[in-house]
């Protein structure tokens, strides 16, 4: 752990947020050292707004402001991280806690009223299904 983050005070607010996501996704993030490998092997980094390591690090830090990150919602769950972590860490357990807390919140990834008709016409029907559960509270 770094300096900087050594000296950060965590407020109750934090903890409980942490505590949060570490008991929806079963996870014991205070073990993630910020290696960065999960970082560095995920496929889809270069679509994320944050790394996935990055956002380990936002939720140790009890950082709400983490639920506004693209990066929950572009995590595919294909356990690449997950099977390289050396502290056994599934970081998509992590995004999926962070979506179900976000839906909660009525934070919605897209909003089905600015989909254009036409489009909404040539979708598949399971395209927009999935869409309707992962994406939308
Ligand atoms: S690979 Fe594991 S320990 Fe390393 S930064 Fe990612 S989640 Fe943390
Ligand atoms: S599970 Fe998610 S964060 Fe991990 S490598 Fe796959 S897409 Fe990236």
């Known amino acids: 752990m770094t300096d900087k983050i050594k000296k950060i005070r965590l407020t109750d607010r934090n903890v409980k947020f942490l505590e949060k996501v570490e008991e929806i996704s079963g996870e014991s993030i205070t073990l993630c050292d910020q290696c960065g490998t999960c970082s560095a092997g995920c496929p889809f980094v270069e679509e994320m707004d944050i790394?996935?390591?990055?956002?380990?690090r936002e939720v140790l830090l009890g950082q709400e402001e983490v639920l506004r990150a693209?990066?929950?919602?572009?995590?595919?769950?294909?356990?690449?991280c997950t099977v390289r972590c050396?502290?056994?860490?599934?970081?998509?357990?992590v995004a999926e806690a962070l979506r179900q807390i976000g839906l909660r919140q009525a934070i919605d990834e897209i909003d089905i009223n600015i989909i254009d008709r036409e489009e909404y016409r040539k979708m598949p029907t399971i395209a927009l299904v999935s869409a309707y559960r992962k994406l939308t509270g």
């Not at 050396?86 to 357990?93: A, H, N």
Request: proline share 8%; glycine share 0%.
């Open 86 to 93: 050396p502290r056994m860490l599934d970081v998509s357990k």
């Open 70 to 80: 693209r990066t929950t919602w572009i995590c595919a769950s294909c356990f690449t």
């Open 51 to 56: 790394t996935p390591s990055q956002l380990m």
